[in-house]
């Protein structure tokens, strides 16, 4: 490999001209393949799918990294596979984003798992596996080289909320709240663990995390956590603060303010350019630096690999000997996800999911002109036109009843028509993952039943 190149790649890589970088490794590749020592091909083409990122081609960094992962001899498959599972994020796709995390945390080789883990797990948050993301976050926090556990346990709560277990979130959070994070992390971690005090009916707590988040003037609470707020206000002013737990509405996640380090979840590429910026970025820990230098990370580029794995493993034994929390994280996470399982399982059989059967069915009377999103993938789109012939728009329709099994499901509900009257509906429902799709709407006469 014609080293010269490689090292004007470097340099523009670092100074951030990346259409430089990128056409620089091309060179290094195609000039004299026949040069190129083992390893050296996956090395550029790992490279290479760096700089693609970085001009967000998501499509072609990922044909890149497939090319890097193609090189028996490249050693760093694990940060190639982690990246890949980010581009794939990028584009949404978060079941192969999923595959290629697993890959990466079951290389012996990658030394930082707890990225891999913590990808996987806001991947399967946007696939709505909440117990899977669970397990994944767990991981993460356990995950000995992990120098900052904090993301990890936050998202770990949101899991918690998201299966219905509040005071499970309550304990994460708290274990999060033990690290040091920046003001506007903790204000919304803060906010996040007001919420799960009040699904968890301990009102008098609530209002003093809501009052943490708001302490410095710079946080404002959403929607959601405001209404919670005001809810823990009032029963704490009429001496109820401990006696009227708030139920959680189902699985839905969309009030709590932070997943992972308080970017939104809907936010893929935002959350794909951090991860392949210096304190994330793979290169830093995993390659071999050519010159003596590390290769993406402006902080260590005057540090050796020694002293970068000294650094890492130390800052990890210090957090978990200054708190004391590695063992206690261990015991509760694995304790309370065999509890959450147990209770998921449970559910499943008893006919809940998410979205919850009336949700779906709510959801299909206010938006009837997309009725093909809430009816099983199975009935085609006439089918589904001639079933929703007739149906109101009913933005509010009562849901009467709802008898629930752990396959099928039937719904009663009244709609409003445009001319003011009502109308009764039975809807039928099958399982579909953990949640329901309906499959039938007919009219129903109670009278007759």
């Known amino acids: 490999m014609n080293n010269d190149i490689f090292q004007l790649a470097r340099q523009a890589y670092q100074d951030k001209d990346y259409e430089r970088a ?9 000039q004299d393949p026949d040069s190129l020592q083992p390893g050296e091909v996956g090395m550029l083409y790992h490279q290479i799918g760096n700089c693609l990122v970085k001009l967000k081609d998501y499509n072609e960094a990922i044909h890149a990294y497939t090319q890097a992962t193609s090189d028996a001899a490249y050693a760093q498959a694990g940060a190639v596979n982690y990246n890949l599972g980010n581009a794939y994020a990028a584009l949404h796709d978060y079941e192969d984003a999923v595959r290629h995390f697993e890959i990466a945390s079951s290389d012996a080789k990658y030394d930082a798992k707890y990225r891999a883990y913590i990808g996987m797990g806001n991947a399967y948050l946007k696939l709505g596996k909440s117990a899977e993301a669970g397990a994944a976050f767990r991981s993460a926090a356990l995950d000995e080289s992990n120098p900052d556990p904090t993301k990890a346990l936050l998202n770990l709560g949101i899991c918690f909320m998201a299966l219905n277990r ?19 992390t903790r204000n919304k971690l803060c906010a996040n663990l007001g919420q799960a005090y009040v699904a968890s009916g301990q009102m008098q707590k609530a209002v003093s995390a809501f009052e943490q988040a708001l302490a410095d003037k710079t946080y404002f609470l959403s929607d959601s956590a405001s209404v919670d707020y005001q809810r823990a206000i009032a029963q704490v002013s009429t001496g109820t603060a401990e006696l009227q737990p708030v139920e959680v509405p189902g699985t839905d996640t969309s009030g709590l303010d932070v997943t992972s380090d308080g970017t939104p979840l809907e936010d893929v590429s935002a959350q794909l350019t951090q991860a392949l910026d210096p304190y994330y970025y793979p290169e830093t820990y995993d390659e071999p630096p050519l010159d003596g230098y590390a290769t993406s990370d402006e902080r260590f580029f005057n540090a050796s690999d020694e002293e970068l794995e000294r650094w890492s493993k130390g800052m990890a034994k210090r957090d978990r000997k200054r708190r004391n929390v590695g063992l206690k994280v261990l015991v509760f996470i694995f304790v309370l996800l065999l509890i959450a399982f147990a209770a998921a399982v449970f559910a499943y059989t008893q006919g809940y ?23 099983s993938s199975e009935l085609s789109a006439d089918t589904v036109a001639q079933q929703m012939s007739g149906v109101p728009q009913d933005d509010a329709v009562t849901v009467n009843g709802v008898e629930r099994s752990m396959t099928n499901s039937e719904v009663y509900v009244t709609a409003k028509t445009a001319e003011g009257g009502t109308v009764d509906y039975q809807v039928s429902l099958v399982r579909d993952g953990i949640g329901w799709k309906v499959t039938a709407i007919q009219l129903y006469f109670a009278s007759q039943n």
């Open 166 to 184: 509040p005071n499970d979130a309550v304990t994460s959070y708290e274990n999060a709240l033990q690290f040091d994070m920046p003001a506007a």
């Open 353 to 375: 999911g998410y979205p919850q059967q009336q949700t779906v069915v709510e959801q299909l009377f206010a938006d009837t002109g997309n009725a093909q999103n809430y009816f």
């Open 22 to 30: 990128l056409s620089s490794f091309t060179e290094c590749l195609e």
